[in-house]
């Protein structure tokens, strides 16, 4: 049963007297439920409960914390179809995409706990002593990973299973042995309240600290105040660049900065080389109007640009495309802010001198998307930086370039993206190896076809990249290497076998992979 309550642990509170109410963005209509903005206290016993939950956290076995989250996946599961109504209902996304949603949640659960079963995130790294070593000996060290404290956790508005409540950060945060306060957000109200209590069922039935999750609702205040408490040790977010970029000076001006995580816009420019758009112009229009439209383009990896030569295959291409964006359907974004800033940052881009919308740019209303394209030459993209930016919703510009000179200058012109896609065939890879080169140096993920839509959960994937595209470049926030954001080195100088931890110890006792004297192994250390 949906609460509207804050969880300080497993404690649930509503002393506040702001109310939030959930909306269902089809219709309009309000859900009945009242949700009970968290008050400056409810903030600080939540984070100074996790701050206490720590110590005991931390301690607990790598194999019961791989337990707990998957008695997490468990629980959520438990929640049963309810919440894949409520999500849709929250979200008007169609229900049988949260489906898959909450098997991607789960899976990735179920990932991290394998992650900490396998041990290499450990970053087990030993030199042993060389006592005798002349001109002066060599001391032992052991250097490994260790969690760094409370992490606070900002979902999107578009996974709200997924990058949310108990999505891909919560999931690193805890496999990496911190406690997580999630800042509910304030598109999925009942569905980060029924996850939340999920969450907080398999705290109980694993018998982890108390404080270990904590989930407190609210708007922005809410959230800054939980990124300036002292005791927050690390931020994970996923959305808007203007709020990631507030929440990371935000974090930065603490008189005790800390890493923010922000995972944010990207345009994923598509470069059409001219070899293989001319093979298949028509079919290549159809498959980028699918990426586009897919989700009502709300994705963050949706192709925002797509970079050409122009010629009659790339008429052929943008033909097809705009005709195929034409045809779909206008449906319904995720909430109304998202529908409004759809609309009136598309019509500022369409207002542009030299920007040529293909179609018909009228609003339907009812918080409904309609796909546009719109085209412009490259030389004014290169002027115009508000062309550069990205529209979340499902629009995409052609970008028509003299030719491949042009093509390289866009390449270098380009912010950081999640992803960059070279729609090619191999000889245009190596004919034209400097514009693959200027992408690299710009993207997380460089696609070789396809479209950027769909994004892996696995061990190689890289869900980041340089800034806007997320606030650090070195990290991903999909995927197992996840984990890495939310824990630090330590190392152990000339320490007693016995005092040291496991995975640190002599045996092996965790049998894990380490790397010993520069040699990756999972031998025990004799003779030390
Ligand atoms: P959003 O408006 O930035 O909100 C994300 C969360 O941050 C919400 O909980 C929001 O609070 C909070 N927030 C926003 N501004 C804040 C501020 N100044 N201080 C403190 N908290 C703040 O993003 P969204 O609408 O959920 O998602 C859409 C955007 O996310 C798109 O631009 C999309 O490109 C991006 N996105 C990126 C990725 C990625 O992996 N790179 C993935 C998905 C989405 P409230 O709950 O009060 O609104």
Same mark, same amino acid.
């Given at each position: 049963?949906? #609460?509207?309550?804050?969880?300080?642990?497993?404690?649930?509170?509503?002393?506040?007297?702001?109310?939030?109410?959930?909306?269902?963005?089809?219709?309009?209509?309000?859900?009945?439920?009242?949700?009970?903005?968290?008050?400056?206290?409810?903030?600080?016993?939540?984070?100074?409960?996790?701050?206490?939950?720590?110590?005991?956290?931390?301690?607990?076995?790598?194999?019961?914390? @791989?337990? !707990?989250?998957?008695?997490?996946?468990?629980?959520? +599961?438990?929640?049963?179809?309810?919440?894949?109504?409520?999500?849709?209902?929250?979200?008007?996304?169609?229900?049988?995409?949260?489906?898959?949603?909450?098997?991607?949640?789960?899976?990735?659960?179920?990932?991290?706990?394998?992650?900490?079963?396998?041990?290499?995130?450990?970053?087990?790294?030993?030199?042993?002593?060389?006592?005798?070593?002349?001109?002066?000996?060599?001391?032992?060290?052991?250097? +490994?990973?260790?969690?760094?404290?409370?992490?606070?956790?900002?979902?999107?508005?578009?996974?709200?299973?997924?990058?949310?409540?108990?999505?891909?950060?919560?999931?690193?945060?805890?496999?990496?042995?911190?406690?997580?306060?999630?800042?509910?957000?304030?598109?999925?109200?009942?569905?980060?309240?029924?996850?939340?209590?999920?969450?907080?069922?398999?705290?109980?039935?694993?018998?982890?600290?108390?404080?270990?999750?904590? +989930?407190?609702?609210?708007?922005?205040?809410?959230?800054?105040?939980?990124?300036?408490?002292?005791?927050?040790?690390?931020?994970?977010? #996923?959305?808007?660049?203007?709020?990631?970029?507030?929440?990371?000076?935000?974090?930065?001006?603490?008189?005790?900065?800390?890493?923010?995580?922000?995972?944010?816009?990207?345009?994923?420019?598509?470069?059409?080389?001219?070899?293989?758009?001319?093979?298949?112009?028509?079919?290549?229009?159809?498959?980028?109007?699918?990426?586009?439209?897919?989700?009502?383009?709300?994705?963050?990896?949706?192709?925002?640009?797509?970079?050409?030569?122009?010629?009659?295959?790339?008429?052929? !291409?943008?033909?097809?495309?705009?005709?195929?964006?034409?045809?779909?359907?206008?449906?319904?974004?995720?909430?109304?802010?998202?529908? #409004?800033?759809?609309?009136?940052?598309?019509?500022?881009?369409?207002?542009?001198?030299?920007?040529?919308?293909?179609?018909?740019?009228?609003?339907?209303?009812?918080?409904?998307?309609?796909?546009?394209?719109?085209?412009?030459?490259?030389?004014?993209?290169?002027?115009?930086?508000?062309?550069?930016?990205?529209?979340?919703?499902?629009?995409?510009?052609?970008?028509?370039?003299?030719?491949?000179?042009? +093509?390289?200058?866009? @390449?270098?012109?380009?912010?950081?993206?999640?992803?960059?896609?070279?729609?090619?065939?191999?000889?245009?890879?190596?004919?034209?190896?400097?514009?693959?080169?200027?992408?690299?140096?710009?993207?997380?993920?460089?696609?070789?076809?396809?479209?950027?839509?769909?994004?892996?959960?696995?061990?190689?994937?890289?869900?980041?990249?340089?800034?806007?595209?997320?606030?650090?470049?070195?990290?991903?926030?999909?995927?197992?290497?996840?984990?890495?954001?939310?824990?630090?080195?330590?190392?152990?100088?000339?320490?007693?076998?016995?005092?040291?931890?496991?995975?640190?110890?002599?045996?092996?006792?965790?049998?894990?992979?380490?790397?010993?004297?520069?040699?990756?192994?999972?031998?025990?250390?004799?003779?030390?």
């Amino acid at each position: 049963m949906i #609460t509207g309550k804050n969880y300080i642990g497993s404690r649930a509170t509503a002393d506040g007297s702001q109310i939030l109410k959930a909306y269902n963005p089809t219709d309009g209509s309000v859900f009945q439920e009242e949700f009970i903005a968290a008050t400056p206290q409810e903030i600080d016993d939540a984070v100074n409960l996790a701050q206490r939950a720590f110590a005991s956290y931390k301690a607990v076995s790598y194999e019961k914390r @791989a337990q !707990f989250l998957e008695t997490i996946a468990e629980e959520i +599961m438990a929640i049963g179809d309810n919440l894949l109504e409520r999500a849709s209902g929250e979200s008007g996304l169609p229900l049988g995409r949260f489906q898959g949603e909450r098997g991607r949640t789960c899976n990735q659960l179920k990932m991290f706990a394998n992650v900490l079963r396998e041990g290499s995130w450990l970053g087990a790294n030993i030199d042993t002593a060389i006592p005798d070593r002349q001109p002066i000996p060599k001391v032992d060290l052991r250097k +490994m990973h260790v969690p760094i404290g409370p992490v606070a956790v900002f979902g999107a508005s578009n996974f709200p299973l997924a990058f949310s409540t108990a999505g891909g950060d919560t999931a690193s945060a805890l496999a990496a042995g911190n406690p997580v306060i999630v800042k509910g957000h304030e598109a999925h109200l009942g569905t980060n309240d029924l996850v939340t209590q999920a969450v907080l069922s398999a705290v109980e039935k694993c018998d982890m600290p108390d404080g270990v999750f904590s +989930m407190v609702n609210g708007g922005i205040s809410v959230g800054q105040q939980i990124v300036k408490h002292p005791k927050v040790k690390a931020v994970g977010f #996923t959305g808007s660049v203007k709020g990631g970029r507030a929440i990371f000076d935000m974090a930065n001006q603490r008189p005790e900065p800390i890493p923010v995580y922000a995972e944010m816009g990207s345009t994923n420019p598509c470069f059409l080389m001219p070899d293989k758009l001319s093979g298949d112009p028509v079919g290549l229009g159809n498959t980028f109007a699918n990426s586009v439209a897919l989700g009502v383009g709300q994705f963050c990896t949706s192709p925002g640009l797509l970079i050409g030569i122009q010629s009659s295959a790339l008429d052929e !291409f943008t033909d097809t495309l705009s005709k195929s964006l034409a045809e779909k359907e206008a449906v319904t974004m995720l909430n109304e802010k998202i529908a #409004t800033s759809y609309y009136t940052h598309r019509g500022a881009v369409i207002e542009q001198t030299g920007v040529e919308e293909i179609g018909d740019s009228t609003n339907p209303g009812s918080n409904k998307g309609k796909p546009l394209t719109a085209k412009v030459n490259a030389k004014t993209f290169l002027k115009n930086p508000i062309l550069h930016e990205e529209i979340f919703g499902p629009f995409t510009i052609v970008v028509i370039c003299e030719d491949t000179n042009e +093509m390289l200058a866009v @390449a270098n012109a380009l912010h950081g993206q999640l992803t960059g896609t070279m729609v090619a065939t191999d000889s245009d890879i190596e004919k034209y190896a400097d514009i693959v080169e200027a992408l690299s140096t710009k993207v997380g993920r460089l696609l070789f076809n396809g479209v950027p839509t769909g994004v892996e959960v696995c061990h190689s994937m890289q869900h980041g990249g340089p800034y806007p595209a997320s606030t650090d470049q070195r990290t991903t926030s999909v995927g197992t290497a996840a984990i890495s954001r939310f824990v630090r080195p330590i190392a152990y100088q000339n320490w007693p076998d016995h005092l040291l931890p496991e995975a640190l110890k002599n045996s092996n006792p965790l049998q894990i992979w380490r790397t010993i004297n520069g040699e990756l192994t999972k031998d025990e250390i004799r003779n030390s």
